[in-house]
């Protein structure tokens, strides 16, 4: 699985956060289905959560860490890569799983 991490720095918030598009091609009639199966995954996140658009019918992996009264560290950048990709590996063949079952 190819992950296409997008970072984004507020520094009005002083806020780093990750976004990881994940593609599972859902449809209008699977959304509702598809928003409580992401809010159970995210019930047992320490870190992170996954997110539903309903908009453009997109899911995404998001990580904000704060770094007020600092920089932005190396080490900090690698444990938010290492967390989204250890939960796109683990809970992705579940979601896609769901709206591919789905569309039959």
């Not at 809010?39 to 019918?57: E, K, T």
């Amino acid at each position: 699985m190819e992950l296409r991490p997008i970072f984004v720095i507020d520094p009005s918030k002083m806020l780093l956060s990750l976004y990881v598009p994940i593609e599972v091609g859902a449809t209008w009639e699977q959304a509702s289905e598809l928003s409580f199966a992401l809010c159970v995954i995210n019930d047992a996140l320490p870190d992170g959560h996954f997110c539903f658009d309903r908009r453009n019918m997109s899911v995404y992996f998001k990580m904000t860490s704060s770094f007020y009264d600092s920089i932005v560290s190396e080490s900090v950048v690698e444990y938010m890569l290492s967390v989204a990709a250890e939960k796109a590996e683990e809970y992705c063949p579940k979601i896609r799983e769901l709206t591919d079952v789905r569309r039959v």
